[in-house]
């Protein structure tokens, strides 16, 4: 793929454990987006990042933590994870956040698994 | 409250009918409705986008249409494929802050 790309594809980790999801975008896009896909639920958005700044948290945990070093890539570290965390979770960029054609482009997702 | 609800949850069709998805909201005010195709491990891939104007769009064998008096899309696939084998997510992007709104999407199998 070379529009946008998440790496690892599967994870699984204990609870203990300490790993992070990474995502690159080949667009030239200005923002970028971490969404949480579980089973017969509708995607929930957890961070928007713009030029590289944070502009929307939407209540996620703290065991959650963005990094965003530069327009192409976001990071999504996770430590101290709960089974209730097992998703898929999707990276997508954007033109810029919050215009109101702003199309949306996704990652292939990571597969989590909390164990 | 802003919503978007999607139906059938799942629907089964054979390879060469054609189907009709739905998707109701509630969301206001109302900027765009998008269908998204997602096939199974993969991430949402954009079908088509509608504004407020326009009552249909169509992207191959795909087309949708708007009616934005009764805040009803739909989703019409034609002569379907193994490949439309997928999850059809409906978003609305709109209310008070400017925020997408996804539906929990249609699940459709086709059968050879």
């Known amino acids: 793929e070379t529009g946008v790309t998440q790496t690892p594809r599967h994870l699984v980790m204990g609870m203990t454990n300490k790993k992070s999801l990474k995502c690159e975008q080949h667009?030239?896009?200005?923002?970028m987006y971490w969404y949480k896909q579980s089973a017969k639920k509708p995607l929930e958005l957890m961070f928007v990042?713009?030029?590289?700044?944070?502009?929307e948290n939407n209540s996620v945990p703290s065991r959650f933590s963005p990094e965003c070093p530069n327009s192409s890539h976001l990071f999504l570290h996770l430590h101290t994870l709960q089974p209730e965390d097992s998703a898929l979770y999707l990276c997508?960029?954007?033109?810029?956040?919050?215009?109101?054609?702003?199309?949306?482009?996704f990652g292939p997702g990571t597969r989590l698994t909390v164990l | 409250k802003n919503q978007v609800e999607q139906s059938p949850q799942s629907l089964i069709i054979l390879e060469g009918k054609n189907c009709t998805l739905q998707?109701?909201?509630?969301?206001?005010?109302?900027?765009?409705l998008r269908w998204y195709k997602q096939d199974t491990g993969r991430g949402p891939v954009s079908l088509t986008i509608?504004?407020?104007?326009?009552n249909t769009k169509s992207n191959g064998r795909y087309t949708a249409t708007l009616d934005a008096d009764t805040k009803q899309s739909s989703l019409h696939i034609t002569a379907s494929q193994l490949s439309d084998s997928a999850s059809y997510i409906c978003?609305?992007?709109?209310?008070?802050?400017?925020?997408?709104?996804f539906g929990k999407g249609t699940k459709l199998s086709v059968k050879p």
């Open positions: 997508a960029s954007s033109q810029a956040s919050g215009a109101t054609y702003n199309e949306q482009f």
């Open positions: 667009l030239g896009h200005n923002a």
């Open positions: 990042y713009s030029l590289e700044e944070r502009v």
């Open positions: 998707c109701n909201y509630t969301v206001s005010p109302f900027s765009n």
């Open positions: 509608m504004t407020f104007s326009e």
């Open positions: 978003v609305v992007f709109g209310g008070s802050q400017g925020n997408l709104i």
